[in-house]
């Protein structure tokens, strides 16, 4: 380890800290340069630098200051906004940044292509020590990780046509989430024939199918796009899984909301949300009474779910929603149903929407009205375009590019691909090569999907081994509780315990320790060595494990780790054991960190 350590330290050591750690980085981040520099190996610390609090943001003067409420407004009456909230959670590790939002370059082109071509031709704000190949950038924003399969199809379809492929799931054959499927066959039971088939006492192993299933799509599925976009939305309208009670219905709404709608409108999904009995359990809504509201789920329905603390509703409109949505409840079945002797009657009003609200019987009717109105309101529709700039392009996305996805929403009534198709579309995309880090989860995957891992002997047994190890990390798929999801950006992930985390999780892979998978033969990564030289099986492995060349004073570095000169004359791809430990290393390093 000793050694290990000063290779990779010497690695950056004459290095200047790039401008590209200050995209999405609070500002004291930059008052500890020197610190970083010393820390950093290949770049990989600055993917995991101790990330700055809310309060410590607040204290050093940021902008959020200056957008409190007037002193002396009465809490009662203001909104969340005006009482000094955060926009929402991950905006309290971004609020800090300052700047212009300003990546480089913007605006809106013909095609994904064009757009990829025309970015090319501007400086970006913030370097990266990424390639900007444009369709290695596609693939980190857009698969769970790169491998040299999508590479090659990429290049032989076109970004374009790819793209399309993607876009369009039920025609792309995919028999990795088949076999996945497969594997999970009680995963396409509805409530109903789960609590006639699998006993109470067993019905918790089906929620932690669920999280190893999750894990093996995002590794095999062919349409990563689609899965990238089902993790998306599961975050959006989180509900932990395993979910306390919810071992009958918690795999039917990943399956018939989440699943179902991930390329359909937001709309459609929100309302099956509002209808599901997963949702009435982890909100408290089915123990809501007109005699004993429960406000939880109407507050995160506008809160969490749809106009967010910026579109500007108040308490009021909290106590409206929560009335509204009683009467949606849970049967001693498990399903959903609604029950008019719980609604609540009585005129209501809620972001500009009112009703008369006269009749229990007509309760559920009012309620999907209010959803509907709720999921096309414009404050909605720039909240989600938010958070899907924030997954797609950086932690603190150009408002530009915000307002052209909102647009897009709200001119297609919330419908995903149109908004998906804008934002390929667009400059801004292209332009934030490098501007992402990888969550712990999105590590292991993608280290799991370049390393060649695939499904084995006891499938089951290396999904539950990684699903353990995704946990560890505190990212286990599914699993995050308040209903918030879980943070995408940088500074929510980093510690030095999700590095060491990762640097475990790359040596396990590369070593084959997940046993039941089946594993690329070590010399496979570096048939590329077409020298025989050191040198060149340098070239080869950075090339087939990070997609690009590495730099001089790094190369040299590892040239010292192996104790070899770079004209050195290689014949044995495992380099007597040393690959054990190298490959490691490179994934590592930021080139495997960012996406």
Same mark, same amino acid.
């Given at each position: 380890?000793?050694?290990?350590?000063?290779?990779?330290?010497?690695?950056?050591?004459?290095?200047?800290?790039?401008?590209?750690?200050?995209?999405?980085?609070?500002?004291?981040?930059?008052?500890?340069?020197?610190?970083?520099?010393?820390?950093?190996?290949?770049?990989?610390?600055?993917?995991?630098?101790?990330?700055?609090?809310?309060?410590?943001?607040?204290?050093?003067?940021?902008?959020?200051?200056?957008?409190?409420?007037?002193?002396?407004?009465?809490?009662?009456?203001?909104?969340?906004?005006?009482?000094?909230?955060?926009?929402?959670?991950?905006?309290?590790?971004?609020?800090?940044?300052?700047?212009?939002?300003?990546?480089?370059?913007?605006?809106?082109?013909?095609?994904?292509?064009?757009?990829?071509?025309?970015?090319?031709?501007?400086?970006?704000?913030?370097?990266?020590?990424?390639?900007?190949?444009?369709?290695?950038?596609?693939?980190?924003?857009?698969?769970?990780?790169?491998?040299?399969?999508?590479?090659?199809?990429?290049?032989?379809? /076109?970004?374009?046509?790819?793209?399309?492929?993607?876009?369009?799931?039920?025609?792309?054959?995919?028999?990795?989430?088949?076999?996945?499927?497969?594997?999970?066959?009680?995963? /396409?039971?509805?409530?109903?024939?789960?609590?006639?088939?699998?006993?109470?006492?067993?019905?918790?192993?089906?929620?932690?199918?669920?999280?190893?299933?999750?894990?093996?799509?995002?590794?095999?599925?062919?349409?990563?796009?689609?899965?990238?976009?089902?993790?998306?939305?599961?975050?959006?309208?989180?509900?932990?899984?395993?979910?306390?009670?919810?071992?009958?219905?918690?795999?039917?709404?990943?399956?018939?909301?989440?699943?179902?709608?991930?390329?359909?409108?937001?709309?459609?999904?929100?309302?099956?949300?509002?209808?599901?009995?997963?949702?009435?359990?982890?909100?408290?809504?089915?123990?809501?009474?007109?005699?004993?509201?429960?406000?939880?789920?109407?507050?995160?329905?506008?809160?969490?779910?749809?106009?967010?603390?910026?579109?500007?509703?108040?308490?009021?409109?909290?106590?409206?929603?929560?009335?509204?949505?009683?009467?949606?409840?849970?049967?001693?079945? #498990?399903?959903?149903?609604?029950?008019?002797?719980?609604?609540?009657?009585?005129?209501?009003?809620?972001?500009?929407?009112?009703?008369?609200?006269?009749?229990?019987?007509?309760?559920?009717?009012?309620?999907?009205?209010?959803?509907?109105?709720?999921?096309?309101?414009?404050?909605?529709?720039?909240?989600?375009?938010?958070?899907?700039?924030?997954?797609?392009?950086?932690?603190?996305?150009?408002?530009?590019?915000?307002?052209?996805?909102?647009?897009?929403?709200?001119?297609?009534?919330?419908?995903?691909?149109?908004?998906?198709?804008?934002?390929?579309?667009?400059?801004?995309?292209?332009?934030?090569?490098?501007?992402?880090?990888?969550?712990?989860?999105?590590?292991?995957?993608?280290?799991?999907?370049?390393?060649?891992?695939?499904?084995?002997?006891?499938?089951?047994?290396?999904?539950?081994?990684?699903?353990?190890?995704?946990?560890?990390?505190?990212?286990?798929?599914?699993?995050?509780?308040?209903?918030?999801?879980?943070?995408?950006?940088?500074?929510?992930?980093?510690?030095?315990?999700?590095?060491?985390?990762?640097?475990?999780?790359?040596?396990?892979?590369?070593?084959?320790?997940?046993?039941?998978?089946?594993?690329?033969?070590?010399?496979?990564?570096?048939? #590329?060595?077409?020298? #025989?030289?050191?040198?060149?099986?340098?070239?080869?492995?950075?090339?087939?494990?990070?997609?690009?060349?590495?730099?001089?004073?790094?190369?040299?570095?590892?040239?010292?780790?192996?104790?070899?000169?770079?004209?050195?004359?290689?014949?044995?791809?495992?380099?007597?054991?040393?690959?054990?430990?190298?490959?490691?290393?490179?994934?590592?390093?930021?080139?495997?960190?960012?996406?």
């Amino acid at each position: 380890m000793a050694d290990r350590r000063a290779v990779m330290m010497r690695a950056l050591r004459q290095q200047k800290a790039p401008r590209w750690l200050g995209a999405g980085r609070p500002a004291l981040h930059r008052l500890i340069r020197s610190r970083r520099q010393a820390l950093m190996t290949f770049g990989s610390s600055a993917v995991v630098l101790a990330g700055l609090s809310s309060t410590a943001a607040v204290m050093l003067g940021g902008e959020h200051d200056d957008e409190r409420g007037p002193e002396g407004t009465s809490g009662a009456n203001q909104t969340p906004r005006e009482a000094g909230s955060y926009s929402n959670r991950d905006a309290s590790y971004t609020q800090g940044v300052g700047g212009d939002g300003d990546l480089g370059a913007g605006g809106l082109a013909d095609t994904p292509t064009a757009a990829a071509q025309a970015a090319l031709g501007f400086e970006p704000k913030f370097s990266t020590p990424l390639t900007r190949d444009p369709v290695l950038h596609l693939l980190r924003r857009t698969t769970f990780g790169v491998t040299p399969q999508d590479v090659a199809d990429v290049r032989q379809l /076109g970004i374009d046509a790819w793209l399309d492929r993607q876009l369009d799931p039920e025609k792309l054959p995919d028999p990795g989430g088949d076999q996945v499927a497969a594997l999970y066959p009680r995963l /396409g039971l509805d409530i109903k024939q789960l609590r006639g088939s699998v006993p109470d006492n067993k019905r918790n192993e089906v929620q932690m199918e669920l999280g190893q299933a999750t894990i093996g799509r995002q590794a095999w599925s062919s349409r990563q796009l689609y899965e990238v976009m089902v993790d998306f939305w599961n975050n959006h309208l989180n509900i932990q899984n395993p979910l306390e009670g919810g071992a009958d219905s918690r795999p039917d709404y990943d399956r018939t909301v989440i699943r179902k709608h991930a390329f359909g409108k937001f709309s459609d999904m929100l309302l099956a949300s509002a209808r599901h009995p997963a949702m009435m359990r982890y909100l408290d809504n089915a123990a809501s009474d007109r005699r004993a509201v429960n406000e939880n789920y109407g507050r995160e329905l506008l809160e969490l779910h749809t106009v967010g603390i910026d579109g500007g509703y108040g308490e009021s409109d909290v106590r409206n929603a929560a009335y509204v949505l009683t009467g949606r409840t849970i049967s001693r079945d #498990g399903e959903f149903v609604y029950d008019p002797k719980r609604h609540y009657s009585g005129a209501v009003t809620v972001m500009g929407w009112s009703h008369p609200n006269k009749n229990q019987s007509e309760g559920l009717a009012v309620g999907d009205t209010m959803v509907r109105y709720l999921a096309l309101h414009p404050s909605t529709a720039k909240y989600v375009a938010r958070k899907l700039a924030v997954r797609f392009v950086c932690d603190s996305p150009p408002a530009p590019l915000v307002d052209r996805l909102a647009q897009t929403y709200l001119d297609n009534g919330s419908a995903v691909v149109p908004m998906l198709r804008v934002l390929f579309r667009s400059l801004e995309f292209w332009i934030a090569t490098g501007l992402k880090t990888r969550r712990p989860l999105e590590n292991l995957v993608a280290t799991a999907r370049v390393l060649g891992v695939t499904p084995g002997g006891d499938t089951d047994k290396a999904l539950e081994t990684l699903y353990a190890t995704a946990d560890r990390l505190g990212h286990a798929p599914l699993a995050w509780a308040p209903p918030d999801g879980y943070p995408d950006v940088a500074g929510a992930w980093q510690s030095a315990h999700g590095m060491l985390g990762a640097w475990n999780v790359h040596r396990a892979l590369v070593s084959g320790k997940v046993k039941g998978a089946t594993y690329a033969a070590p010399e496979q990564l570096v048939a #590329g060595n077409k020298t #025989g030289t050191a040198a060149g099986y340098l070239d080869a492995l950075s090339q087939r494990l990070v997609f690009q060349p590495l730099t001089q004073p790094q190369k040299d570095a590892l040239l010292q780790f192996l104790g070899m000169p770079g004209d050195a004359r290689v014949s044995d791809p495992k380099l007597g054991g040393k690959l054990d430990s190298l490959a490691p290393l490179l994934l590592d390093s930021v080139y495997h960190g960012l996406r």
